[in-house]
């Protein structure tokens, strides 16, 4: 095997895990061990990126959430502003100018922004990037050490 990303600086690997989870398990159980976690490395291989599609996307959708977007940074620029106001009930009308501008202008930018799409992409959905598998890698001088507790932590279940 060659030193690359699989072998950083030298490791070896010492086990070998079908989650992150069972992965952050293992070196959970060889720190409770007190052995030198510093010399283990957690690397994912296999990498794919997932999306979950959460929704489909609607005018109605699009424009709630800028209008919510917009009004956030509206009300945040209104209270800036009403700290300065110089008659004392007047930072309440800089919070709702702020808060409606922003209104109008999220919804807007957004509507801009769907309309470009031209209806290619009308769902919303999260991704997120898995391995399909976790090597621990360890420091050569320190490996069999790791094996022998890894073997343990195998044992328990």
Known sequence: MSASVSMPLGGVQVGSFDSYEQ????????ADQKFAVENVTIIGS???QVERVTGRLTWGRVLAAGAAGGAW???FVGLL???FAARPGAW???????????LLFGALF?????SASRGRRDFTSTST???GRYDLMCNPARAEEARAHLARFSLRG
């Open 23 to 30: 992965a952050q398990a293992a070196v959970d159980y060889l």
């Open 46 to 48: 296999d990498l794919r």
């Open 73 to 75: 940074w509206g009300l």
């Open 81 to 83: 502003l009403g700290i």
């Open 92 to 102: 309440i009308g800089s919070i709702l100018t702020g808060l409606l501008i922003g």
């Open 110 to 114: 957004a509507a801009i922004g769907y």
């Open 129 to 131: 990037v898995v391995a």
